[in-house]
Structure formats: structure tokens, C-alpha cells
């Protein structure tokens, strides 16, 4: 059974620091992209940042030059560096990838449980 698990989040100050790792747990033919979301309360989910196993990238406009997505096709996991944290990144933040499990079955999106960033002002 492919699952995502996620961990990194947690309470920072403004302007400060966190990173969030996403690995890809049990057994996948292949993983195409992986990413994160996030939402706030009362917010839709919207797209961070995600990347493809080629290695290109995609950033919303409002976490550029402060977030760096990566990835390790190896381990199948992908990771977030946030920078210069404001109350306006406080969200609750999940992992997203595209997974074939097997080569017999189409892929599809799968989703991490969510871990809360929370940012102090």
C-alpha cells in the first residue's frame, strides 16, 4: 500500500526557518511528480510548490525566492525549505504525488495526512 508520509512542520517566528520532508512509503513503479499544498482556515488548498522527477519545478507566485522545493528520485521523497516564514504561510501543509503502484494500473494522485505549520508574529 503506497502512502505518503510527512514531517518537518511545527511553530517558528517570523522570518524564520522550516523544512518539511515528504517520503513515499511502500512500493511504487513510479513516481512522476511530487509537490506540496497548503490550507489555511477557511482557505481553498492551494498549490506551493511541487516537482517533477526530471527535476523541474513550479512555485506560486507568493512563496517565490523564499521556498525551495527538492527531491530525491532515489528515496522517493521530496522536501520544502521555507524561508523568511510570515503569519501568511501558516497552514496546514500537504504532501502531494502522482504514483503508478504498479505497471498494470493507471497513476494517480496521492496525498500525505497534513502537517501544521504555524508562524508567530
Known amino acids: 500500500q503506497v502512502q505518503l508520509v510527512e514531517s518537518g512542520g511545527g511553530l517558528v517566528q517570523a522570518g524564520g526557518s522550516l523544512r518539511l520532508s515528504c517520503a513515499v512509503s511502500g512500493s511504487a513503479f513510479s513516481v512522476d511528480a511530487m509537490g506540496w499544498y497548503r490550507q489555511a482556515p477557511e482557505k481553498q488548498r492551494e498549490l506551493v510548490a511541487n516537482?517533477?522527477?526530471?527535476?523541474?519545478?513550479n512555485y506560486a507566485d507568493s512563496v517565490k525566492g523564499r521556498f525551495t522545493i527538492s527531491g530525491d528520485n532515489g528515496k522517493n521523497t521530496v522536501y520544502l525549505q521555507m524561508n523568511s516564514l510570515s503569519p501568511e504561510d501558516a497552514a496546514v501543509y500537504y504532501c502531494?504525488?502522482?504514483?503508478?503502484?504498479?505497471?498494470?494500473?493507471?497513476?494517480?494522485?496521492?496525498w500525505g495526512q497534513g502537517t501544521q505549520v504555524t508562524v508567530a508574529s
Open positions: 516537482i517533477t522527477n526530471g527535476g523541474n519545478s
Open positions: 502531494n504525488a502522482f504514483i503508478r503502484p504498479t505497471p498494470w494500473v493507471r497513476g494517480r494522485n496521492y
